[in-house]
């Protein structure tokens, strides 16, 4: 069983940067895809970016040349940069994992999932 715990929310003023962490406990985990998603309060949860095991990653298109995702396998950490940050982006960050790891990973339909961590945008 794979468990992910994110970390590195907060509030941050317009145009600011955060770095979000997911630590992940498990086996194999050089194997799995790692995706982010978002829920802003009252709209649906949307995908925004991910990271296969190649590693090659992809981005929605609303947060291209944004946010950055990356993956540390050694210390099975993944991370997502997010810079310029901006009110629309305030949101409950979530990390996902799938052990279909050689995938597209915007297609999966991810396995695991972590409580989220609260990012707010405002001034």
């Known amino acids: 069983q794979l468990q992910l715990v994110e970390s590195g929310g907060g509030l941050v003023q317009p145009g600011g940067s955060l770095r979000l962490s997911c630590g992940a406990s498990g086996s194999d985990l050089d194997y799995y895809a790692f995706g982010w998603f978002r829920q802003a309060p009252g709209k649906a949860r949307e995908w925004v970016a991910c990271?296969?095991?190649?590693?090659?990653?992809y981005y929605a298109d609303s947060v291209k040349g944004r946010f950055s995702t990356s993956r540390d396998d050694a210390t099975s950490t993944v991370y997502l940069q997010i810079n310029s940050l901006k009110p629309e982006d305030t949101a409950v960050y979530y990390c996902?994992?799938?052990?279909?790891?050689?995938?597209?990973?915007?297609?999966?339909?991810?396995?695991?999932w972590g409580q989220g961590t609260v990012v707010a945008v405002s001034s």
């Open positions: 990271i296969n095991s190649a590693p090659r990653t």
């Open positions: 996902a994992a799938d052990p279909y790891g050689s995938a597209a990973c915007p297609a999966l339909d991810y396995q695991y």
